[in-house]
Every structure is written in C-alpha cells, then in structure tokens.
C-alpha cells in the first residue's frame, strides 16, 4: 500500500495547491468514443511530436549555412567537391554520426505521414460531417495547420540544399516572381537578392525549426482543446445521441489505447527509417543553378502544384509593356486556392443552403449524405488528376506512355474527372441507401426456404438486429423550407430573389436522398428540429425522411406541415 | 428517451431554464444529486443519494471479462513487453558496435538501430493494446453533453459585467480618447513591417540582364576550359557553357547558363517565329547570331527557371524536366509544347582570334521566368 | 427513378457493366500508347580485311534488309549509316538494339544477338565503308585514378536531365526515353557519349575530353554499385515512390492498426453503478 500512500502524498501536495481534484477526476472520466476512423487525427499528431523530436537531434548537427566549403567527408564520392556547409552538414550527419541517418529518414518519413494523416483526417471530418456546428472553428483551424504542415515540409525538404530541393525552390522563386506587380520584390526579398543568394537557407531554417513548428504548437494546442472541451463526436449507433457521448473513458482505457497507437507510430517510423531509404541526397548532389535531373519531383503533399504547372497551356498576356503570366499564375493559386477556399467556406454554404443550425454531435454516414460526398470526391479526384499529372515523367517512363498524352489527357480530366466523380459518387450513395432502406423494410436475407401451405415459396427473413438497426435508421434531418406567408404566397424573405431561389435549388440537391421505409422513422433521440429562423414559422420534420414520400428522383420535401407529434421525443 | 430531464434542446439560444441538477453541480462540496456519469431520472437520482459514509459504487469493473483470456493474455503481453526491452538493449548495443564513416558501415548501422528501436516500440504497441482489448473489462459508458451555449442568465450576466466595465473604462463616452489611441496603435503595428525593408535590395533592372559581355569566352562548365569552333564540329552536339571566370557564381550562373548545339548546314531557321509574340523585345524573326551552325540558347527555362537541358538530336526539341517546356532549336528554341510562354532567349556569338567561341554581347531580352516588368 | 436503376437487377446487368469496363479499358490502352517515330543511330571504326569481309556478309545478312545494301539508309524507315564508326556499332549491336526488332520510337537494350566477334566485324567493316569514332581501348575506359567528383559535376549539367541523377533513366518525347544506366559497360557509355545514339546528343572527344569521360563513367559505375546506406532504394528516381510507400505502406499500416485497437471484442455494457446490461 505504500505506493498508494505516495500517490496519495503527491496528490494532496498538488491539490493543496491547484484546487484540482475535481476537474482532474472529470477529466479522468471523459469518455472518448470508439472509432478507427477517429485516430487518423492522433496519427498526425504523433507524427508531429516524432517530427520535434527527431528534428531537435538534427538541429544540433546541421549547419544552416551557404557558405561554400570543400568535402572531405566520409561519403568518397564527393569527395573534393565545392558545396554548400547546409549539405556538406547533411552528409555529415548521413555518414558520420551515428543514428543521424536514421535520424534524417526517420524525420522526413514523419513528416510525409504527417501530411498524409492530416488529409485522411480531414476528409474523415468531411465525409461525416463533422465541421457543422459547433465544429466549424475547428475545422478552419485544420485548414490553417494543413497550409502550415505544407509549408514547413516546403522549407524542411529543402534546407540541405540538395540538387532536387534546390529545383524547387528555383520554381518557388519563379512562381513569385511571376505575381504581378509585387512579384520580384517578394522573389527578391524573400532571396535577399537574385536567386539564389546566400540568404535563403538560413531563413528558411530559422521559419522551419522556430516560426512555423511554434504556429503549428499553438493552432494545434487550440485543435485539441477545442475537441476536449466540445467533446468528440461519435458514429451513431444504438443509445447514441445528440445529447450523449458513449465509449470508455480516458483513464485508464482511452489513454492505453492512445499510448498505444503512439509506439504503433513510432515504431512504424522507425522501420521505414531502417529500411526503407527517403531522400538520399547524396546521389542527388550538391545543388547548381546550372543542372538538373529528370524525374524531378517535389515530395508528395507539393505534388498537386506540380501537376497544376504541367498541365496548364501556355497562355500570358503582355499589356502596356508588363507580362501577366498566366501560366505559372493560374497553377500557383487556382487549384490549390480553389480546394482551402471551398473547403474554409463549406460549413457556412451547407449551414445557409440547409438551413440547419444546430448542433451536431453525431456523424453522419457518408452514405446518408450523398451530395456532401460526391462534392469531396469531386475534389479529391482533382486533386488526384494534378497529383498524377506532376509525376507524369515517371509514369511515362514506369508505362511507356507518350509523355504529351499524358499532359493532354490531364487537361481534359482535370475538368471532366471531378464532374464525373460527383455523378457517379453520389448514385452510389443513393444506391447504397437505397439498399439500406430495402435492408430496413424485408429484413436480412437467412437462405432459408419455406413452402406454405399453398405450394408458394418464401425466403425467410429476419429482421436487422437492434444495433444495426439504429446505425442504418440514422438520418441527417434538414429543416424545412421556410413556407411562404399564406395569402398571396409571398415567398419568405430567405427564398426571394435570385440568391434565394439558387439556395432552394441547392437545397433540394443537397436534402437529395432515399426515403427510410415507412414506419421507421424514428431517430435515435435526436429531437424534432425548430426552424432556422425567428421570423419563419417552424415545420417539424420527423426524424429521418420518413413517411408517404413519392419513390424516384423527387426530393423529400422537407416540409411537412402534417407531423408525426410521436416524433416529439426527448423532452421538447 | 423521454425521460432526459426537461431540458430544451441545443440550439442556438441560450437555455431559458436549467434542471436542479446543473444547478447543485455548481455548488462547491459535495451535494446530491451529482450527476457526472449516466443519466438517471431526476426521480431516482433524488432515491439514490449516496451518504457520506458509503464507499460510491463501482463505476468501472474491477475484474476482466474472461480471466482465462486475461490470463493468457497477460503472458503474451508480458513477452512483448520483455521483447520490447530487449529489443530497447539492442538499440543500445547497436550503437556501440556499429560504426558508421563508410556506405555499407552506415548501412548496417541504420539497420541496426532502425530495427531495434522499430521492434522496440512496436512491442511496447502491440503489449499495449492486447492488454486493453483483453485484459481489461470492457466497458461502454454513457456521458451527458450539456449543450454548448451558456445558460440565458449567464449570458446576461456577462453581457453586464462587460457592459459595466466598458462604461467604467469610459471608453465608449470619449471619442478623443479613443482616436488618439488607436492613432498611436497604427504605427507601432506597422513598424515590423517597415524593419523589413533591409532584406534585399530592390531588383531595379538586375533582371534584365546577365553577366554576359561582349568578347567574353564560352567555357565548358565543369571543366573549365574554353572550346573552339573546331573541337565542337560533331553535328547533334550539345553542352553547357558558363560565361569565364563566373562558373562558381551560383547567382550569375542562374541567369547565365548556356547551351550551345551544333547543327548540319541547312538545319538551323532563320525566318519569322511560328509564334511571333507581338510587339516585345524578343522580335518576330529568328536571328542569327550563330557561328558554323552553332547556336547558343539560355539554359535557364522561361517558364519558372529549371535548367531546360533535354536536348533530343533526333527532333531537335529542347525539353525542359521540370514542367515539359518544350523548345524547337533550330527555330529559335520557340515554344512547340508546354506551359512556357516565351522562347529561350538566344546568345549572340562569334569567334576570337584563336576560333573560341565567345560572345558577342549580353542577350536581347531577361532571361528566365516572365515577371511583371517584363515587356 | 432512373432507366438504369430500374434495371438495375436484370440479369445481364453484371455482364453489361463488365463488357462496359472492359472495352473502356482497352479502348483507353490502345488510344494512349500509341507509337512514335523512328530511331536513328551512328559512327565506328576499322582493322583487318578478313575481319571486314566477315563483317560485310554479317551486314547484308542482318542490317541491309533495312540500312540498305551499302549502309546508304532508306527513308522513314532507317538511316545511312556511313561515317558512323564502329563506336556507333559497337555500342549499338553490344546492347542488344541492333538489329531492331521493329521501327518504333525507340530501340531497347536486348540481349544481344551477335556476338562479340561478329559485333567488331561489323564495326570494322562499318569503319571501311566511310570512316568514323573507333571503338575505345581498354585504357580509353579505365576509372582507375578517375575524379568521381568532377565526373558527378559534369554527369549533372550534361547527363543528368535525360537520365536521371543516378542513371536511372527518363521519359524523354513521343514515346521516347533516355535508358537507365545500370547495365552499360564502361565501353558502352564511353561509346554512347562519342557517338550520341538515337536521340542523344554527341559528346566528341574535343567537346567532353576522353579524361573528362573517365571522371563520368567513374561516376557512373561508382554510384549504381554502391549499396543504399538508408535501406531499400525505392527505385532510386526520388519522391515519387517515396509517396507511394507514405501512403500505401505507412498510413494504411497505422489504418491497420486503428481497426485493430478500436475492433469491438463482445463489449458489454455498463450502468452507471457498474451493474452488466447486455
């Protein structure tokens, strides 16, 4: 017992002090809902802690340095060879100290999964819907640590000042200096002169390892807080509600599980760091403004701006003596400009086109949503054709592919592809409703045959069990329109003009979905919803799109002035 | 799910009304009905107050499910555990007796520690979560959310204290007050800015040339010797020259790089571009500035600046790596493909008294990547 | 709903969609693999009479079909070959690419079809028919004493572009590419660099010095031995794969292991004063 007498001891030591009794045991008992798809985020921020870690060892060996110096490095090949002291620093902590290899890989492998997790985190949050009400800030402040983690990649790749790196740069200088009118003071001060100068390795070391990783601490601190203090959300299911939170608590299950994942990251990235070489920039050599290889490609996250530069067509103009160069002008900020803005403004746009502004606590399925899906797979599949189009020296040479086919394929897909990606995602969404409406009304299949009496044949069905029931019955609810004031039919004010009726199209599309089969109308709790105003009057709508709703491509009509009062659950 | 007390919903109001229980929660000490977990009636929770001199209820198991799995389990996460630490030993070991200062050295050492401390933490991993999954009970509990938004009296209450402030700020009654301030905020805030200015010089006209002069010789980069008319004479010929003396000026040779190709007589062009480009310096007619079907293009690609190097002596394409530019050399390396807008800028040239090839002066147009002050 | 939802169950629904999947696939594969021009090649060097008349009967046994029958080229379809050298032949016939197999964008490196008596007959007798680079002596490709660094400079600014920083190859126009490195003898890149075959260009011995030449294959030779020091190589073309592996192996690994630590094992649950309800 005496160990519990010295817990005891520190406990009242610190209590004595803080007052924390009480909201400690809270915390400790904070449930934290169960999900996979709920660690992508954790995966980002472990790989963000490694990336600290393992960038700290590396800071005390690397020289962030321009100045010109001579190899006479352990690595013989350079050996006598003119090159900067940020590389010659590089191969020094590569071949010359021990664990600093696996130091380096391990840090460059981080930082890929880092930016990989923080996408499959964000388009988990998108596909559920997570970013509603009361999420949105955190959602935009996602959007803000993704620039950043871009960013600090950008500028980490490149400060050995490698041959591959140091093309990337020359690119980022020539797409700065291409902005009108501000573009060769940016390019210059960035550089501290033409490029490339002897400024901009130091400054960009001093942004990676002190400006950026502090913004990153803070937008994340702030992330984690908020998720703390709204609470997580969860998949619906059985007893899940709005107004619950339903899993195992932090201590000591949620914290064994999260301990747990964080050793999963790590020892992964210790593995690839063993075996599977990134960034060798020792075949790559020290840069030269002078040369270049093929199959130069900026690491993976800075891949869709590649692409965007090799797929646009070779469009300027040359007005009153000055050059507007669209071509590096619209790949530099159009896709990318076009994906953080869209994505930044889409809780607002789905808040107004809806007109749902509660609070949302439980997930939807992707499926139950099929417009919101089929918009980000609409992105995801642009992103995807610029992605691929940026390795297209690769793929010409890995699939004997003519390297101009590929070009030119890419500058049809990139417009036709994501309209396609909508078409056919959301078809599968309804399709998939559909079979979930069908799976609700006949029961799961058992294979088992019956005769009746009167010679006819039946397959036995049973019916879905109480847990998969209350996942599948589980509707995203929309508010109705706000119905027009009864004499003339004067729409309401939200429904005028050309704003309004654009909305009310968008509205029918995006409520687009497959009614659940009569009778199972019942949400999990979630109560009827009030109207999304004070001056339109409420329409109730029973949970889930439920009831005497014609088949085929009509929407739900959200309103329905006839309501079901047994949907009047959870004390109103 | 009717017998949640009567709250209202989460909306974005605030609560008009509140149930005792959130009203006892804000009490200090202990005092029933405290509801932290689960969501009992306020009927029964009024039942069940806990006196003070009963122990609470369990409100986790203390026992796994199945003690026969837990047991088993209990060895196997026991051995990962011991692996885990042997595995943590090896890194340490691993270090020592590895050393690095050759490639294979280096290789055998990264493996090394890579593995161990890979195995090591994955062990730790794996111990961990078998013992969650099977050692521990399992359980699924339930917390209430209250609602986000602060009760109605609450925000009232913030709305004066805030108010009472602000009046006894005498902010909003002194508009003088107020003006002079934010004036003297401005250019405290903008003064950073302003410390900025010593970052570069301004690029003036910098862009619009290169280093290259008149009679300055074309020397072979990397080695560092000049070339002759005569020692370039194979046709499909290609190699990158550097103005002399600047081949280790990084930032002369990224403006300065040049390629220099041999033709066949009657391959090269000389008559109006394909693409004429309008009224700009580049002009609409290919010059000739080559000597002995020798011509000279910047390097430096005009689309954001990579190296355009990929000279194809069946086409006589130039293609730039990075983004596909795609120049025709014998007709002034004018744009046939690709983002690139304008034409690698071509290098006037001749011949000295001893046949090297030199330059006759600096280009006619800013090499590299179009900018705003580029006509 | 829609004509084809309503059929959705239709017997030959499935089959449909496949034959649809099918015929889109091989419609796309033939559209954009097209083939491109025709190769191109160049220069040897001469010996003894027997040796070139060997050589001639090889010639107008295997090449003239389409060189023509005195190495004067036929248009479109191969070129004259007189002045090439035996370099260009050597080089050519030792990796496999001559005779070409088909006239397509490009000639692959093969398993060579004559052997290496028969390839300098040819060569000499090439040389005889109009002169050209001579194949390099043993001394010519000798790395001993080589300055690798000087090599690596240079292999860079010149070679680098078309073939990757290592000599892993590249993707070059319509169909085209420059060939990785890995398997080309000393001889061989001596030999491509002097005589610029197909679509590369031509480094003479007066433009790249054959010193100069040593120092690349030095580079060249050195860097492809050498072991990758960081673990498997990824294929040694850069971030490319590395975004692969990013992806299909390290986030799909932590994906794994997220479905395993949040699998449900028979959870039962628990009221809140820790009584079983399941």
New interface residues.
Partial sequence: MSVEHGLEGVGRTLDDRLRAAKSVR?LL???FP???????GE?ALYSFIILLLTGTFLTLFFQPSMT?VVYHG?????????MSEAYASTLNI?????????MR??HH?AA??FV??IL?HMLRIFFTGAYRK?REANWLIGLGLFTLALLEGLFGYSLPDD??SG?GL??T???L?????V???L???????????N?IIPRMYILHVLVIPALLLALITGHLFLMFH??HTQMPGK?R?????????LY??FM??T??????????????????????IW???PF??????????????M?ML?GA??V?????W?IF?????F??LI?ALLPLGLIMTGAAIWPFLERWITGD???H?VNDRPRNAATRTAIGMAAVSFYGVLWLEG????L??HF??????I?W?ARFAVILVPWAAYYVTK?ICL?LQRKDAHLLEHGIETGIIRQLPNGEFIEETRPVPEEARAVLEYRPEYPALPAGSDAENVPAPRMRGAVGKLGERMYHVVTESVPLPEGNGHGN?H?AI?GNGHDEHPATVGAGASAALP???EPPAGGRAETDDQDD???? | MSETTGRDLPGEHGQPEQAAGDAAQQADGPVAPHRVIGTPSPAEARVMLPERDQPPARELPADPDDPVVAKKAERVVAVCFVLSMLAGLGFIAAYVIFQVHTISGTRNSNLALGTTMGLAFLFLGIGATIWVRRIMPQVEMTEERKPLASLTEDRAEFAETFREGADASQFAKRPLLRRTLIAATVPVAVAPIILLRDLSPLPGTSLDHTVWRKGMRLIVYGANRPITAAEFSSPGGMITVAPEGFQDDFDAMAKAAVIIIKFRPGQLFFGPHVRPGGPTREGTVVPNWTVDNIVAYSKICTHVGCPAALYEQTTHHILCPCHQSTFDATRGAEVIFGPATRALPQLPITTDAQGNLVAQGDFNQPVGPSFWERS | MSWITARRRHPAAGYAVLLLGLLLVGAAYAVITGSGGTAAASSPTPANAAQIAEGRNIFEAECATCHGMFAQGQAGIAPSLIGVGAAAVDFQVSTGRMPAAENGAENVRKYPRLDTRQTHAVAAYMQSLGGGPAIPSAAEVSTSGANVGLGQQLFTADCAQCHNFVGAGGSLTYGKFAPPLTQSTPTQIYEAMLTGPEAMPVFNNTTILPSEKRDIIAYVTATRAEPNPGGVSLGRVGPVTEGLVAFLGLLLFMVLAALWITAKHGKRQVGPHGESES
Avoid: C
């Fill in positions: 809270h008992r904070k449930i169960d999900h996979w798809t709920f660690l992508l995966i010109e352990s690595y013989i090949h350079l050996d006598g060879v003119k590569s071949f010359d100290v021990r664990g600093g290899l696996l890989q391990i492998w890929d999964l990989a997790a499959a009361p041959l591959l093309a020359r690119i200088e020539g797409v200096q291409s902005l009108p009118i573009g060769t003071y390019a210059f001060f960035l550089f501290g002169g033409p490029y490339p100068g400024d709204q609470k007893g509600t709005d107004q619950n939170v339903v899993g195992a608590p000591p299950y064994a599980k301990g747990a994942f964080f050793f999963f990251t790590f020892g992964a990235l210790a593995l690839a760091g063993a075996f599977a070489q990134i960034n060798p075949l790559y050599g030269s403004p002078v040369s270049i290889s093929s199959g130069t490609q900026p690491d993976f996250y891949g590649e530069l090799r646009m067509p070779a469009w300027q040359v003596g000055h050059t507007i160069a071509n590096v790949p502004k509660r609070e606590h390795a297209n020296d690769v010409a040479d004997d592919v003519p390297l101009y086919t070009t394929i078809r399709g709790g109560a009030e088949a085929g491509d659950q959870a004390g109103l």
